[in-house]
């Protein structure tokens, strides 16, 4: 698109004094933007209304090398910066080790591999290749989850709302030491609407928003998760993933970083704690929808879950849970820093 029409259009939309319009313009430019050369060249499938392209050809372009590990059912590749592992009619693939939710299957046809541009252009290259910026990442915003009469879940009288508050004041006096500066969306027990917690972040001048929840389901269910918002077009990971009619929301005009820095926090907690890696997933939560800067909501464990409770409610192990957490920002501002 011309730089001349980008310009006319602004133009418009600032005669018409409205800065929404141009800014919602933007974004849909942004979120439009021409996929780089090197996957405009490679050849398309399209598949349920999806394009895909070999990931054979796509793992050559990015200067990485695919194989099969088991053949027509689980492939590897490999390069200077990562190694990927998918498999065949599944959504789940990892990323150096980290476990990473697609947002559409990888496909086989006639033993040949195909991943969907979606994943290659909004999961994977955001990752292996993050684009650099002197975007300054200097101010995080801890969003305990819950609050007020919204206790989150219970296990008795253990309410989420209490721990995702203790782990938010041990994150944010680690981040202090690491030279951060920390904004809350709440200090204390009380209530905060939802829509309200991003907007704080804004105002604040937050770089990142770090919301902090902890899961509950079927007692034997264990592990952390980490959510990003979903790209337009997709369903949520836990939905199924696939393609959808979803418009882009404000978040999304962060995708690439959302991804990026949720990677980086699952993977330094995956490491760094006895957790299950439930994966990087991508979802429509409220706060995710709404931030305007990159975004992340932790699933730090399960209340259901007897012997991770235990981890939830301990002093010790919510310290570990801190220090892995500011080491996946920390890891997060060394990916996109110039060098
Ligand atoms: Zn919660």
Redesign the pocket.
Known sequence: MAVSFLNLVLRLCLLRGNMRTAAAFFAMVLLTAPAPAALRNLERMTVSGSDYVRLAEWAESAGCAMKWNKKDREIDVSGPSARLNFSVDSRRAEISGVSVWLCLPVINRSGVPWISLTDVGSTIEPVISPHKSQARVQTVCLDP??GGVDT??AQGRNY?KKY?LLLARETAGLLLEHGFQVVMTRTNEGAVELSERPQLAARRGADVFVSL???AADPSVHGVEVFCVAPPGVNSSDAGGGKAIHPAETGNAQDNRNVLLAYHVLKSIAHSLPLEDLGLKRSRFEVLRLARMPAILI?GGFLSNPAEAKTIYDPAFRKRMAHAIVDGIVAYKEAVAPP
């Open positions: 989850g819950h989150g879940e989420e995702t929840h902890y899961n699933e």
